[in-house]
């Protein structure tokens, strides 16, 4: 793993200015995590290391997000690094999701595909791992 401790964590609510529109408010960040919401799709995009001592937060702040009914989605193209806790809590969330909805991964880095795939969680009904590319 690779941690830069020069790295400015940004705060909670802090606005997120970026190139793409569907950027927002962080509702979660670490030194080596940041998680915004986004509104375009409706989700959070998550950036950074994912591991045992972020993985609470993280999952807390997907729970959050799923309120209002929608199919949540979650963009992973800026993870660098997913423990096997990590990849517990998404299979964890779509499998806590009502029968009618989905939990929507876009830009899942080719080794969790990997392992989502060996596992046979791939195919669980709750979650569907979009390949439509992270600039959704």
Not at 61 to 72: A, K, R, V
């Amino acid at each position: 793993m690779h941690r830069d401790s020069a790295v400015r964590v940004p705060q909670i609510g802090e606005a997120i200015e970026g190139p793409r529109e569907k950027e927002g408010r962080v509702v979660y960040s670490d030194h080596h995590l940041v998680v915004t919401r986004t509104t375009r799709p409706r989700g959070l995009m998550v950036a950074g290391e994912i591991d045992i001592s972020n993985i609470a937060s993280v999952a807390d702040s997907l729970l959050d997000g799923l309120e209002d009914g929608t199919d949540p989605h979650l963009d992973l193209s800026r993870v660098t690094f997913c423990d096997v806790s990590g990849i517990r809590a998404l299979v964890s969330l779509a499998l806590e999701l009502a029968p009618n909805r989905r939990l929507l991964v876009h830009g899942l880095p080719p080794q969790l595909e990997t392992v989502l795939e060996v596992t046979g969680w791939a195919h669980l009904p709750g979650l569907e791992l979009c390949n439509c590319g992270a600039d959704v």
